[in-house]
């Protein structure tokens, strides 16, 4: 299993273990420490609130390192007049005329409840490559699926606003 990763999601990631290995990393070994000094260790709190912050750190370096090793390198450009990834787009969903935006984003960056759906979504994979004014089915399952009229589409670049999910 991969994830699709832009080449500024895996930069910012790399920034992200940088800044854990240099900075987070040296601050949860000196946290240890002091409370390690604190003598016994048996009923002392702060030195096991210590090594679980330093533990997460590690965990999260580790999380981030094999996410940029197992990833899939993808382009996050598209034509100008198609919904593309970090592209805002309007649907109009006719069972319920109803209207939404939500902005496509990649895997680890998708959050339904902030309008950022993944491109791996059904949703999302439906409406990539499409136009405004197409009528999009969108196959949730082998039995259910639905219709989606696009009505609008706002192309924008990744700036790296939208933060990388964490644990």
């Known amino acids: 299993m991969y994830n699709e990763l832009t080449k500024n999601d895996i930069k910012k990631m790399e920034e992200e273990i940088e800044y854990r290995k240099l900075v987070v990393r040296k601050e949860a070994i000196e946290a240890v420490k002091e409370a390690r000094a604190q003598g016994d260790l048996s009923e002392n709190f702060e030195y096991y609130a210590a090594k679980r912050d330093k533990n997460k ?21 598209s034509k100008e007049d198609e919904v593309g990834l970090y592209n805002t787009v309007e649907v109009y969903f006719e069972d319920d005329d109803e209207t939404e935006t939500y902005k496509i984003v990649t895997t680890v960056r998708g959050n339904s409840l902030k309008g950022l759906i993944s491109s791996e979504s059904p949703l999302g994979k439906a409406l990539l490559g499409h136009k405004v004014g197409d009528r999009v089915h969108v196959q949730v399952n082998e039995k259910a699926g639905y219709d989606v009229v696009i009505r609008h589409i706002e192309k924008t670049v990744d700036d790296g606003s939208d933060a990388l999910r964490s644990f």
Do not use: C
Request: hydrophobic share 35%.
């Open 57 to 77: 750190n590690e965990s999260r370096i580790r999380y981030l390192e094999r996410m940029i090793r197992t990833a899939h390198v993808v382009s996050d450009t």
